[in-house]
């Protein structure tokens, strides 16, 4: 049998083999998925998204029914696979990092998919149709909450105009064994839902309309949908496209909401004529949906992505910016006693149209992807600029994350980092089928890492409990 010492190096190796950090980016131009190690920034693996399944659209005789057929069209009088059908374009990724899993959406072929975060391998895809863009994970309830846009023709990073309309959050659950669907979906009163957020305990999801400039508020337990306009410049229904302020993502954090709104030219149906909207930031109070505060963030700014630093209550927003002016980059926001306040702008003129954004989880860097430019770009929470990564020219790189908690430590099955009889109780489960645990859970429970989980494991676990 093992001796302490030998449990001892085990739990210590755990450690340190949890401290390992990634950062996952969508490469949309390639259907790839590239991973970074963020010591060094050097390319881990790249995976390539191949889950479209084949073609269907040979079976519609008629155009009706080849236009209403997902990844479709009627050409020289056959149905026939659109121009992206056979494409995936990954644009959003998610960790799940207290199971151990990874999601990416696939805006062009309709897929969410679903990979391990051991080892990159994947596990499943699942068509959910309407262009779905960005998701809100719930990892305690093993639940995704994706926005769906519909197809979208884009000018350019601050001006949407739709061409196929969605009005739907679609819902799915994951386990181990892959992705599944009871067709349950939200429907709110707005067209285009792209911003997406969820609660600390998965009971409201919040989704903002990118052409109705309206927020909903969904209560995942009775299902009721509450709907608000976020523009009080405005008073526009919410089945009427507006475009004026373009919310792009949500932030959920504790009874605050935080939008992103890229702005920029917005045209008065009512007068004729065009004023020029600064990219904003807006706060929420999500318990009474009051708007709190907002705050500019410049001219032809173009804010995209936010995110939140874990160690303080700061904010910081990738700027998709424009060429002309100059204005791509990252804003770093500070929010204190409801008021917004701008701590730092890091702008230069080789961003180009900054994307999605993260942060290490000590706080200390801060991670923005170049759509236009192809570079991963690294900044100092202070906004200084450290390093970049090239990916590519033709790249077009979309969402990106950052690992927070690397592995789990050996023996903490059910990863709260502590060992104790809870651990115990769940080894003893995993022993018995591992096949329905999850990647992290089965990870920690191999013991002593002979990669077999048994009776041994059990042993040596309880022993470092009682030896600790």
Not at 73 to 79: D, L, V, Y
Not at 96 to 123: H, K, P, R
Not at 334 to 346: A, F, G, K
Request: proline letters at 3%; glycine letters at 6%.
């Amino acid at each position: 049998m093992m001796n302490i010492k030998k449990i001892i190096v085990i739990l210590s190796c755990g450690l340190i083999f949890g401290e390992s950090k990634q950062l996952y980016a969508t490469i949309q131009m390639l259907d790839q998925v590239v991973v970074l190690d963020l010591e060094n920034l050097e390319v881990n693996e790249t995976i390539n998204t191949e889950f479209v399944e084949d073609s269907q659209c040979s079976v519609w005789n008629n155009e009706n029914d080849c236009m209403l057929a997902d990844s479709c069209e009627w050409m020289m009088g056959e149905c026939m696979d659109s121009m992206l059908g056979s494409l995936n374009v990954p644009h959003f990724v998610s960790l799940d990092e207290l199971n151990g899993y990874w999601f990416v959406t696939a805006i062009a072929s309709g897929f969410i998919a679903q990979y391990s975060l051991l080892d990159n391998t994947f596990i499943d895809a699942f068509f959910v149709g309407d262009a779905p863009a960005l998701l809100a994970i719930d990892p305690k309830n093993q639940m995704i909450y994706c926005s769906a846009v519909g197809l979208m023709f884009m000018d350019n990073m601050s001006d949407m105009t739709p061409t196929f309309e969605s009005n739907k959050i679609k819902v799915l659950s994951y386990s181990s064994v892959g992705l599944s669907s009871d067709n349950e979906e939200y429907i709110i009163d707005s067209t285009t839902p792209h911003g997406i957020a969820i609660n600390d305990n998965g009971t409201e999801i919040y989704t903002a309309s990118n052409t109705a400039d309206w927020i909903y508020k969904i209560n995942t337990q009775n299902d009721e949908i509450l709907g608000f306009p976020m523009d009080q410049n405005v008073s526009n229904p919410p089945d009427v496209i507006t475009q004026r302020l373009k919310p792009i993502q949500c932030l959920s954090v504790q009874n605050k909401l935080f939008i992103s709104c890229s702005a920029g030219n917005w045209l008065n149906t009512s007068s004729g004529e065009t004023t020029l909207i600064e990219g904003k930031l807006q706060m929420w109070n999500s318990d009474t949906m009051e708007l709190i505060d907002s705050i500019n963030l410049g001219e032809h700014t173009s804010p995209w992505h936010i995110i939140k630093s874990p160690i303080d209550d700061i904010l910081y927003v990738a700027l998709g910016g424009s060429e002309d002016y100059e204005t791509a980059g990252v804003a770093s926001v500070s929010y204190y006693n409801n008021n917004l306040s701008i701590n730092w702008v890091t702008n230069n003129s080789s961003f180009d149209i900054l994307h999605g954004i993260d942060v290490s989880s000590d706080g200390q860097r801060i991670y923005a992807s170049g759509r236009g430019d192809g570079n991963i770009h690294v900044f100092d929470n202070n906004g200084n600029y450290l390093d970049n990564i090239f990916l590519g020219q033709m790249t077009m790189l979309g969402g990106i994350a950052v690992e927070k908690r690397g592995l789990p430590n050996i023996g903490d099955t059910n990863n709260d980092l502590s060992i104790n009889i809870l651990d115990v109780i769940k080894l003893v489960d995993i022993v018995l089928d591992s096949m329905m645990y999850h990647p992290y859970q089965v990870y920690a429970s191999d013991f002593n890492e002979d990669n077999s989980i048994n009776i041994f494991d059990i042993i040596l676990l309880v022993e470092s409990i009682l030896y600790n």
